[in-house]
């Protein structure tokens, strides 16, 4: 059983398309997040949602928007994609929120890895 | 400035050996670590967490010591296998300039395990 499932796990596309990728979660936590890891391999937060609530919302352009229909799922919609974009994201869900002194470990997707061409 | 530092070169270890892994970070006033496993093509894999009171915690074969003095973290795999290649991750719990808590990565250390 995939605790966090992430589809798709490769997304290749061009310039200037729109994509989604979409996130769910079977852990019951309250909290999901997408991060963007570079190729320098850090990991940056982008979005953190609380039972459906946007909580965290980084220095993120505005194409990208993410969207909560329930608390086991976090979907990422991404807009007139740019070169720029190209890089690995992961979905991760926690029991706690992230933005708290709460401690709970996160729990990672596999990855989508995005190409803009 | 804040920074999280972990060594970028990888690390070779003879199967068998220990294995020790540093996070070092400046201007950040952690409460805790966290750190991860990630192999390639796969998310990050949580393993121990140590809070900014503990001095060391262990977990089978790895141990975290967390020095908030040096601003240092070092994980330990002792008796080292080749399955323990992977990348290490360090994660900062501190809190951030609008009072809510952040979770700083580190770039990660390549362990390399030799049989």
């Known amino acids: 059983d995939t605790a966090v499932s992430q589809t798709p796990k490769y997304l290749v596309t061009q310039m200037g398309n729109d994509k989604s990728i979409k996130c769910e979660q079977n852990?019951?936590?309250?909290?999901m997040y997408w991060y963007k890891q570079d190729s320098k391999k850090f990991l940056k937060i982008m979005f953190s949602y609380n039972n459906k609530e946007l909580i965290i919302n980084e220095t993120v352009p505005n194409r990208f928007s993410p969207k909560s229909p329930d608390k086991a799922h976090l979907n990422l919609h991404i807009n007139s994609l740019e070169l720029g974009d190209s890089a690995v994201y992961f979905c991760a869900s926690s029991q706690g929120g992230g933005w708290t002194s709460d401690n709970s470990p996160l729990h990672f997707g596999n990855g989508t890895r995005l190409t803009v061409t | 400035s804040q920074k999280i530092e972990q060594n970028s070169e990888a690390l070779n270890i003879q199967e068998g050996k220990t294995a020790t892994l540093t996070c070092n970070y400046t201007n950040y006033s952690p409460a805790y670590l966290q750190w991860y496993r990630q192999d390639p093509g796969r998310g990050p894999v949580f393993l121990l967490l140590?809070?900014?009171n503990e001095k060391e915690k262990r977990k089978e074969r790895l141990k975290v010591t967390f020095d908030t003095t040096l601003k240092q973290s070092l994980f330990h795999i002792t008796a080292s296998q080749p399955a323990d290649s992977a990348t290490y991750l360090c994660?900062?719990?501190?809190?951030?300039?609008?009072?809510?808590?952040?979770?700083?990565w580190g770039a990660g250390t390549k362990l390399i395990i030799k049989p």
């Open positions: 994660a900062l719990g501190a809190p951030a300039v609008d009072s809510n808590y952040q979770l700083i």
């Open positions: 852990l019951g936590h309250d909290t």
């Open positions: 140590i809070r900014e």
